[in-house]
Protein backbone atom coordinates (compact mmCIF):
# COMPACT_ATOMS: atom_id res chain seq x y z
CA UNK A 1 0.00 0.00 0.00
CA UNK A 2 1.48 3.38 -0.60
CA UNK A 3 2.08 6.51 1.19
CA UNK A 4 -0.87 8.69 2.69
CA UNK A 5 0.06 12.37 2.63
CA UNK A 6 -1.55 15.22 4.16
CA UNK A 7 -0.57 18.62 2.37
CA UNK A 8 -1.63 21.19 4.94
CA UNK A 9 -2.25 24.57 3.07
CA UNK A 10 -4.22 26.26 -0.11
CA UNK A 11 -2.05 28.08 -2.01
CA UNK A 12 0.13 28.08 -5.59
CA UNK A 13 2.94 26.73 -3.58
CA UNK A 14 0.53 23.70 -1.83
CA UNK A 15 -0.64 23.11 -5.56
CA UNK A 16 3.04 22.59 -6.58
CA UNK A 17 3.65 20.14 -3.32
CA UNK A 18 0.57 17.99 -4.10
CA UNK A 19 1.64 18.14 -7.84
CA UNK A 20 5.33 16.88 -7.64
CA UNK A 21 4.12 14.10 -4.53
CA UNK A 22 1.07 12.88 -7.13
CA UNK A 23 3.58 11.97 -9.66
CA UNK A 24 4.85 9.13 -7.39
CA UNK A 25 2.72 6.31 -8.79
CA UNK A 26 1.43 5.05 -5.16
CA UNK A 27 0.48 8.01 -2.79
CA UNK A 28 -2.51 8.95 -1.90
CA UNK A 29 -2.97 13.11 -1.30
CA UNK A 30 -5.00 14.70 1.63
CA UNK A 31 -5.75 17.75 1.62
CA UNK A 32 -6.37 20.80 4.86
CA UNK A 33 -6.72 24.31 2.81
CA UNK A 34 -8.86 26.98 4.28
CA UNK A 35 -10.03 28.11 1.13
CA UNK A 36 -10.63 25.07 -1.66
CA UNK A 37 -8.11 25.39 -4.38
CA UNK A 38 -9.57 24.41 -7.48
CA UNK A 39 -6.13 22.12 -8.73
CA UNK A 40 -5.37 20.89 -5.16
CA UNK A 41 -9.13 19.57 -5.16
CA UNK A 42 -8.43 17.78 -8.42
CA UNK A 43 -5.70 16.04 -6.82
CA UNK A 44 -6.68 15.53 -3.51
CA UNK A 45 -8.84 12.58 -2.40
CA UNK A 46 -10.43 13.86 1.00
CA UNK A 47 -10.37 17.73 1.54
CA UNK A 48 -10.78 19.13 4.63
CA UNK A 49 -11.79 22.84 4.25
CA UNK A 50 -10.47 24.43 7.14
CA UNK A 51 -8.19 27.04 9.19
CA UNK A 52 -4.60 25.30 8.63
CA UNK A 53 -3.41 27.09 12.18
CA UNK A 54 -6.30 24.52 14.38
CA UNK A 55 -3.93 22.70 14.94
CA UNK A 56 -6.45 20.23 16.90
CA UNK A 57 -8.78 19.68 13.50
CA UNK A 58 -5.14 19.09 11.31
CA UNK A 59 -4.69 16.32 14.06
CA UNK A 60 -7.97 14.93 14.29
CA UNK A 61 -8.42 14.85 10.05
CA UNK A 62 -4.85 13.56 9.41
CA UNK A 63 -5.82 10.62 11.80
CA UNK A 64 -9.18 10.00 10.14
CA UNK A 65 -7.39 9.62 6.93
CA UNK A 66 -5.07 7.68 8.27
CA UNK A 67 -2.42 9.83 7.01
CA UNK A 68 0.83 8.51 7.59
CA UNK A 69 2.96 11.70 6.40
CA UNK A 70 2.31 15.90 6.36
CA UNK A 71 3.91 18.20 4.33
CA UNK A 72 3.45 21.55 5.71
CA UNK A 73 3.31 24.44 2.79
CA UNK A 74 2.97 27.34 4.68
CA UNK A 75 4.55 29.06 7.68
CA UNK A 76 1.38 29.76 10.12
CA UNK A 77 0.82 26.48 11.25
CA UNK A 78 4.39 25.98 11.84
CA UNK A 79 4.38 28.55 14.69
CA UNK A 80 1.17 27.42 15.93
CA UNK A 81 3.16 23.73 16.65
CA UNK A 82 1.19 21.44 13.96
CA UNK A 83 4.48 19.72 13.59
CA UNK A 84 4.84 18.77 17.73
CA UNK A 85 1.49 18.22 17.45
CA UNK A 86 1.59 15.41 14.08
CA UNK A 87 4.77 13.87 15.12
CA UNK A 88 3.74 13.48 18.57
CA UNK A 89 0.46 11.59 17.35
CA UNK A 90 3.47 9.48 15.28
CA UNK A 91 2.75 11.29 11.83
CA UNK A 92 5.90 12.02 9.75
CA UNK A 93 6.09 15.33 8.57
CA UNK A 94 8.53 17.92 6.23
CA UNK A 95 8.41 20.84 8.11
CA UNK A 96 10.27 21.87 11.35
CA UNK A 97 8.67 21.63 15.16
CA UNK A 98 8.04 24.96 16.68
CA UNK A 99 11.47 25.55 17.83
CA UNK A 100 13.20 25.03 15.02
CA UNK A 101 10.88 27.63 12.57
CA UNK A 102 11.67 30.08 15.03
CA UNK A 103 14.63 30.62 12.13
CA UNK A 104 11.15 32.45 10.13
CA UNK A 105 8.96 33.22 12.52
CA UNK A 106 11.24 35.24 14.88
CA UNK A 107 13.91 37.49 12.79
CA UNK A 108 15.36 38.50 16.38
CA UNK A 109 16.12 34.70 17.28
CA UNK A 110 17.33 34.04 14.12
CA UNK A 111 19.93 37.01 14.08
CA UNK A 112 20.87 36.22 17.69
CA UNK A 113 21.57 32.41 16.31
CA UNK A 114 24.05 33.83 13.69
CA UNK A 115 25.74 36.49 15.96
CA UNK A 116 26.11 34.21 18.94
CA UNK A 117 27.71 31.50 16.63
CA UNK A 118 29.49 34.05 14.25
CA UNK A 119 28.38 32.90 11.15
CA UNK A 120 29.06 34.67 8.31
CA UNK A 121 26.68 36.92 6.51
CA UNK A 122 24.97 38.51 9.58
CA UNK A 123 24.24 42.31 8.92
CA UNK A 124 24.65 44.96 11.56
CA UNK A 125 21.47 44.68 13.64
CA UNK A 126 19.44 45.54 16.53
CA UNK A 127 16.90 43.73 18.22
CA UNK A 128 14.00 46.45 19.83
CA UNK A 129 11.59 46.30 22.10
CA UNK A 130 10.66 49.91 22.70
CA UNK A 131 10.43 53.00 20.36
CA UNK A 132 13.14 55.00 22.38
CA UNK A 133 15.61 52.22 22.11
CA UNK A 134 14.63 51.76 18.09
CA UNK A 135 15.79 55.64 17.62
CA UNK A 136 18.62 55.53 19.88
CA UNK A 137 19.86 52.52 17.61
CA UNK A 138 19.10 54.60 14.14
CA UNK A 139 20.85 57.58 15.55
CA UNK A 140 23.93 55.63 16.49
CA UNK A 141 24.19 53.88 13.19
CA UNK A 142 23.71 56.51 11.50
CA UNK A 143 22.72 55.04 7.66
CA UNK A 144 20.15 53.56 6.39
CA UNK A 145 17.90 50.86 7.65
CA UNK A 146 15.77 48.07 7.29
CA UNK A 147 12.92 48.15 9.69
CA UNK A 148 11.09 44.69 10.14
CA UNK A 149 8.53 44.13 12.50
CA UNK A 150 9.38 40.66 14.64
CA UNK A 151 6.92 38.25 13.99
CA UNK A 152 5.43 37.25 10.74
CA UNK A 153 3.61 39.65 8.55
CA UNK A 154 3.87 37.91 5.08
CA UNK A 155 6.91 39.32 3.93
CA UNK A 156 5.07 42.99 3.81
CA UNK A 157 6.07 44.16 6.91
CA UNK A 158 9.60 45.62 5.92
CA UNK A 159 10.21 49.53 4.89
CA UNK A 160 13.29 50.54 3.91
CA UNK A 161 15.16 53.85 4.49
CA UNK A 162 16.33 55.59 1.38
CA UNK A 163 13.68 53.71 -0.73
CA UNK A 164 10.44 53.50 1.12
CA UNK A 165 10.91 55.92 3.84
CA UNK A 166 12.94 58.55 5.16
CA UNK A 167 14.59 59.25 8.71
CA UNK A 168 10.89 60.86 9.56
CA UNK A 169 9.14 57.98 8.07
CA UNK A 170 11.09 55.50 9.90
CA UNK A 171 10.67 56.76 13.04
CA UNK A 172 6.21 56.79 12.33
CA UNK A 173 6.64 53.20 11.06
CA UNK A 174 8.58 52.41 14.51
CA UNK A 175 6.04 54.29 16.54
CA UNK A 176 3.01 52.50 14.65
CA UNK A 177 4.22 48.83 15.58
CA UNK A 178 5.31 49.78 19.46
CA UNK A 179 8.99 49.69 18.86
CA UNK A 180 9.09 45.56 18.50
CA UNK A 181 11.10 45.82 15.30
CA UNK A 182 14.63 44.09 14.00
CA UNK A 183 16.87 46.89 12.78
CA UNK A 184 18.94 46.27 10.13
CA UNK A 185 21.86 47.49 8.09
CA UNK A 186 20.29 48.03 4.49
CA UNK A 187 21.98 45.74 2.14
CA UNK A 188 22.07 46.79 -1.36
CA UNK A 189 22.65 44.10 -4.05
CA UNK A 190 21.16 41.84 -5.90
CA UNK A 191 18.40 38.92 -4.35
CA UNK A 192 18.53 35.41 -4.69
CA UNK A 193 16.87 32.86 -2.83
CA UNK A 194 18.26 29.69 -2.19
CA UNK A 195 15.98 26.55 -0.93
CA UNK A 196 17.18 23.16 0.80
CA UNK A 197 16.06 20.19 1.71
CA UNK A 198 17.04 19.45 5.37
CA UNK A 199 17.03 16.11 7.57
CA UNK A 200 18.50 17.68 10.94
CA UNK A 201 21.80 16.80 9.97
CA UNK A 202 21.93 16.59 5.73
CA UNK A 203 21.73 19.37 3.07
CA UNK A 204 20.62 19.10 -0.43
CA UNK A 205 20.27 22.26 -2.27
CA UNK A 206 17.99 23.06 -4.87
CA UNK A 207 18.48 25.76 -7.85
CA UNK A 208 18.74 29.20 -7.61
CA UNK A 209 15.80 31.30 -8.02
CA UNK A 210 15.23 35.38 -8.09
CA UNK A 211 11.44 36.77 -6.71
CA UNK A 212 10.41 39.44 -7.55
CA UNK A 213 8.67 41.30 -4.48
CA UNK A 214 7.56 44.58 -6.03
CA UNK A 215 4.25 44.81 -7.49
CA UNK A 216 5.06 46.81 -10.84
CA UNK A 217 7.51 46.46 -13.32
CA UNK A 218 11.24 47.61 -13.46
CA UNK A 219 11.03 46.80 -9.12
CA UNK A 220 8.55 49.57 -8.51
CA UNK A 221 5.52 49.92 -6.15
CA UNK A 222 4.73 48.08 -3.20
CA UNK A 223 6.10 44.91 -1.65
CA UNK A 224 4.18 41.99 -2.22
CA UNK A 225 4.26 38.25 -1.59
CA UNK A 226 6.23 37.59 -4.94
CA UNK A 227 4.59 38.30 -7.97
CA UNK A 228 7.01 35.55 -9.94
CA UNK A 229 10.35 34.30 -10.29
CA UNK A 230 12.86 32.38 -12.99
CA UNK A 231 16.04 30.17 -12.33
CA UNK A 232 18.28 28.86 -15.21
CA UNK A 233 19.43 25.89 -17.06
CA UNK A 234 22.61 25.48 -14.70
CA UNK A 235 20.67 26.26 -11.66
CA UNK A 236 22.68 28.82 -11.27
CA UNK A 237 22.30 33.05 -11.76
CA UNK A 238 24.99 34.62 -13.58
CA UNK A 239 25.22 37.71 -11.22
CA UNK A 240 25.80 34.81 -8.67
CA UNK A 241 29.78 33.85 -8.75
CA UNK A 242 30.67 30.07 -7.40
CA UNK A 243 32.31 31.56 -4.75
CA UNK A 244 29.21 33.43 -3.64
CA UNK A 245 27.25 30.66 -3.90
CA UNK A 246 29.36 28.38 -2.22
CA UNK A 247 29.77 31.07 0.68
CA UNK A 248 26.22 31.45 1.12
CA UNK A 249 25.62 26.73 1.29
CA UNK A 250 28.04 27.26 3.82
CA UNK A 251 26.08 29.58 5.54
CA UNK A 252 23.00 27.10 5.69
CA UNK A 253 25.18 24.46 6.27
CA UNK A 254 25.82 26.15 9.40
CA UNK A 255 22.83 27.31 10.60
CA UNK A 256 21.85 23.81 10.02
CA UNK A 257 24.46 22.34 12.19
CA UNK A 258 23.97 25.44 15.03
CA UNK A 259 20.43 24.48 14.99
CA UNK A 260 21.40 20.61 15.96
CA UNK A 261 23.79 21.73 18.57
CA UNK A 262 21.61 23.75 20.02
CA UNK A 263 18.93 21.11 20.81
CA UNK A 264 16.44 21.64 18.00
CA UNK A 265 17.40 20.36 14.87
CA UNK A 266 15.70 21.72 11.53
CA UNK A 267 14.34 19.00 9.11
CA UNK A 268 11.86 20.65 6.39
CA UNK A 269 12.60 23.14 3.60
CA UNK A 270 15.09 25.21 4.60
CA UNK A 271 14.98 28.69 2.62
CA UNK A 272 17.70 31.24 2.56
CA UNK A 273 17.02 34.54 0.80
CA UNK A 274 20.14 36.25 0.55
CA UNK A 275 21.36 40.24 -0.80
CA UNK A 276 24.24 39.27 -2.85
CA UNK A 277 26.34 42.45 -1.91
CA UNK A 278 29.65 43.71 -2.70
CA UNK A 279 31.25 41.85 -0.28
CA UNK A 280 29.40 38.94 -1.11
CA UNK A 281 26.05 37.44 0.01
CA UNK A 282 24.22 38.43 3.35
CA UNK A 283 21.01 36.58 4.94
CA UNK A 284 18.34 39.04 4.50
CA UNK A 285 15.82 36.17 6.20
CA UNK A 286 15.57 32.52 6.61
CA UNK A 287 12.37 30.53 6.08
CA UNK A 288 10.69 27.47 7.54
CA UNK A 289 9.24 26.45 4.04
CA UNK A 290 9.43 26.43 0.42
CA UNK A 291 9.03 30.00 -1.47
CA UNK A 292 5.78 31.14 -2.99
CA UNK A 293 6.37 31.46 -6.36
CA UNK A 294 10.21 29.75 -5.80
CA UNK A 295 8.28 26.41 -4.93
CA UNK A 296 6.53 26.38 -8.52
CA UNK A 297 10.27 26.41 -9.67
CA UNK A 298 12.14 23.81 -8.12
CA UNK A 299 9.56 21.53 -8.03
CA UNK A 300 8.75 21.62 -11.54
CA UNK A 301 11.87 20.77 -12.39
CA UNK A 302 12.42 17.97 -10.17
CA UNK A 303 12.99 14.81 -12.12
CA UNK A 304 13.44 12.21 -8.96
CA UNK A 305 10.59 11.09 -6.70
CA UNK A 306 9.18 13.70 -3.90
CA UNK A 307 7.98 10.67 -2.30
CA UNK A 308 11.90 9.49 -1.80
CA UNK A 309 12.45 12.91 -0.51
CA UNK A 310 10.42 13.55 1.99
CA UNK A 311 10.84 10.42 3.85
CA UNK A 312 14.48 11.03 3.88
CA UNK A 313 13.55 14.25 5.08
CA UNK A 314 12.15 12.39 8.36
CA UNK A 315 13.86 9.55 8.38
CA UNK A 316 17.41 11.48 8.30
CA UNK A 317 18.75 10.02 5.43
CA UNK A 318 18.73 13.03 2.86
CA UNK A 319 21.40 12.26 -0.11
CA UNK A 320 22.24 14.58 -2.80
CA UNK A 321 22.17 11.16 -4.81
CA UNK A 322 18.45 10.72 -4.68
CA UNK A 323 17.76 14.59 -5.76
CA UNK A 324 17.82 15.33 -9.49
CA UNK A 325 16.51 18.51 -11.21
CA UNK A 326 16.00 18.82 -14.56
CA UNK A 327 18.88 21.10 -16.52
CA UNK A 328 16.30 23.55 -17.91
CA UNK A 329 15.30 27.08 -16.94
CA UNK A 330 12.02 28.41 -15.59
CA UNK A 331 9.79 31.26 -15.11
CA UNK A 332 6.69 31.62 -13.03
CA UNK A 333 4.70 34.69 -13.35
CA UNK A 334 1.73 35.50 -11.03
CA UNK A 335 -1.77 37.06 -12.36
CA UNK A 336 -2.93 39.03 -9.66
CA UNK A 337 -6.02 41.01 -9.01
CA UNK A 338 -5.59 44.80 -10.06
CA UNK A 339 -5.12 46.85 -7.18
CA UNK A 340 -3.46 43.72 -5.60
CA UNK A 341 -1.39 43.99 -2.85
CA UNK A 342 -3.18 47.29 -1.07
CA UNK A 343 -6.83 47.38 -2.23
CA UNK A 344 -6.67 44.29 -4.56
CA UNK A 345 -10.10 43.71 -6.56
CA UNK A 346 -11.57 40.19 -5.13
CA UNK A 347 -14.70 38.30 -6.77
CA UNK A 348 -14.40 39.06 -10.42
CA UNK A 349 -14.94 36.42 -13.28
CA UNK A 350 -11.81 35.41 -14.80
CA UNK A 351 -10.86 33.45 -18.03
CA UNK A 352 -8.49 31.48 -19.56
CA UNK A 353 -7.04 31.78 -22.90
CA UNK A 354 -5.73 29.82 -25.42
CA UNK A 355 -2.20 28.30 -23.23
CA UNK A 356 1.10 27.09 -24.75
CA UNK A 357 0.70 23.39 -24.61
CA UNK A 358 4.32 23.10 -22.14
CA UNK A 359 2.84 25.85 -19.81
CA UNK A 360 2.13 24.43 -16.00
CA UNK A 361 -0.60 26.27 -14.54
CA UNK A 362 -1.03 26.61 -10.25
CA UNK A 363 -3.71 27.96 -8.86
CA UNK A 364 -3.29 29.93 -6.06
CA UNK A 365 -6.11 32.20 -4.30
CA UNK A 366 -8.92 31.72 -6.61
CA UNK A 367 -12.37 29.94 -6.28
CA UNK A 368 -14.36 27.70 -8.78
CA UNK A 369 -17.84 28.79 -8.63
CA UNK A 370 -20.61 27.04 -10.83
CA UNK A 371 -17.32 25.83 -13.27
CA UNK A 372 -16.33 29.95 -13.34
CA UNK A 373 -12.59 31.07 -12.22
CA UNK A 374 -13.30 34.06 -9.51
CA UNK A 375 -10.76 36.02 -7.97
CA UNK A 376 -9.73 36.39 -4.19
CA UNK A 377 -7.82 39.26 -2.60
CA UNK A 378 -4.65 37.93 -3.08
CA UNK A 379 -2.52 36.32 -6.40
CA UNK A 380 -4.47 34.41 -8.32
CA UNK A 381 -2.45 31.65 -10.67
CA UNK A 382 0.71 30.98 -11.53
CA UNK A 383 2.02 30.13 -15.19
CA UNK A 384 5.60 28.15 -15.12
CA UNK A 385 6.90 28.18 -18.50
CA UNK A 386 10.12 25.49 -18.81
CA UNK A 387 12.71 25.75 -21.67
CA UNK A 388 16.25 25.23 -22.73
CA UNK A 389 16.75 28.48 -22.50
CA UNK A 390 15.19 31.48 -20.06
CA UNK A 391 13.71 33.12 -23.16
CA UNK A 392 11.77 30.30 -24.63
CA UNK A 393 10.53 29.81 -20.88
CA UNK A 394 9.88 33.37 -20.74
CA UNK A 395 7.69 33.42 -23.70
CA UNK A 396 5.55 30.55 -22.67
CA UNK A 397 5.11 31.66 -19.29
CA UNK A 398 4.12 35.23 -20.66
CA UNK A 399 1.68 33.89 -23.54
CA UNK A 400 -0.10 32.13 -21.36
CA UNK A 401 -0.12 34.76 -18.67
CA UNK A 402 -1.53 37.24 -20.89
CA UNK A 403 -3.68 35.15 -22.50
CA UNK A 404 -6.04 35.60 -19.27
CA UNK A 405 -9.46 37.74 -19.61
CA UNK A 406 -10.47 39.82 -16.39
CA UNK A 407 -9.66 42.24 -13.78
CA UNK A 408 -6.17 41.06 -13.37
CA UNK A 409 -2.60 42.32 -13.90
CA UNK A 410 0.54 40.91 -14.00
CA UNK A 411 4.67 41.62 -14.72
CA UNK A 412 5.48 41.16 -18.07
CA UNK A 413 9.22 41.70 -17.47
CA UNK A 414 9.99 38.72 -14.92
CA UNK A 415 12.25 36.85 -16.67
CA UNK A 416 13.20 38.68 -19.33
CA UNK A 417 16.48 39.11 -21.08
CA UNK A 418 16.52 42.95 -20.49
CA UNK A 419 15.82 42.51 -16.84
CA UNK A 420 18.36 39.85 -16.17
CA UNK A 421 20.71 41.72 -18.33
CA UNK A 422 19.83 45.04 -15.76
CA UNK A 423 20.84 42.42 -12.63
CA UNK A 424 23.62 41.46 -13.75
CA UNK A 425 25.15 45.21 -14.69
CA UNK A 426 24.00 46.30 -11.22
CA UNK A 427 26.03 43.72 -9.53
CA UNK A 428 29.10 44.70 -11.88
CA UNK A 429 28.68 47.94 -11.21
CA UNK A 430 28.67 47.44 -7.06
CA UNK A 431 31.85 44.96 -7.61
P1 LIG B 1 11.47 40.03 4.11
O1 LIG B 1 10.07 40.16 4.63
O2 LIG B 1 12.51 39.92 5.16
O3 LIG B 1 11.56 38.99 3.02
O4 LIG B 1 11.81 41.37 3.37
C1 LIG B 1 11.07 41.82 2.26
C2 LIG B 1 12.01 42.55 1.34
O5 LIG B 1 12.64 43.63 2.00
C3 LIG B 1 13.16 41.67 0.88
O6 LIG B 1 12.82 40.91 -0.24
C4 LIG B 1 14.21 42.71 0.55
O7 LIG B 1 13.98 43.24 -0.74
C5 LIG B 1 13.96 43.78 1.54
N1 LIG B 1 14.91 43.67 2.68
C6 LIG B 1 14.76 42.96 3.81
N2 LIG B 1 15.83 43.11 4.62
C7 LIG B 1 16.67 43.95 4.00
C8 LIG B 1 17.95 44.52 4.33
N3 LIG B 1 18.58 44.26 5.49
N4 LIG B 1 18.51 45.35 3.42
C9 LIG B 1 17.90 45.65 2.26
N5 LIG B 1 16.70 45.14 1.89
C10 LIG B 1 16.09 44.31 2.75
N1 LIG C 1 8.85 34.44 -2.14
C1 LIG C 1 9.09 34.86 -0.82
C2 LIG C 1 8.49 34.04 0.22
O1 LIG C 1 7.92 33.00 -0.02
O2 LIG C 1 8.59 34.42 1.37
Partial sequence: MGMKVLVVGGGGREHAIATALSRTGDVTINSVMAKRNP??????????????TDVPRVLDFARKTGSDYAVIGPEAP??????????????????????????????????????????????????????????????????????????????????IMGEQVDYDGAVDYIRKIDGHVVLEERLVGEEFTLQAFADGKNLVPMPLVQDHKRAFEGD????????????????????????????ALTIMKS???????????????????????????????????????????????????????VTGISEGTLSSARVRFSPAATVCKYIVPKGYPDTPNAGDP?????????????????????????????RTLAFVGIGRTLAEAEKTAETAASSVTGNVRHRRDIGTEKLLAQRCDHMKALR
Avoid: W
Fill in 350 to 378: ISLGEMPGSVILYYANVEERQGQLVTLTS
Fill in 255 to 309: VLGVMKRDGHPYKGILYGQFMNTAEGPKVIEFNARFGDPEAMNVLTLLSSDFTDI
Fill in 39 to 52: GISRIAKEILIHRE
Fill in 78 to 159: LETGIVDALEGAGIACTGPSRAAARLETDKGFCREMMDRHGIAGCPRYRVCHSVEEAISFMDEYGGDLAIKPIGLTGGKGVR
Fill in 220 to 247: TGPNTGGMGSYSMPDHMLPFVTTEDYEK
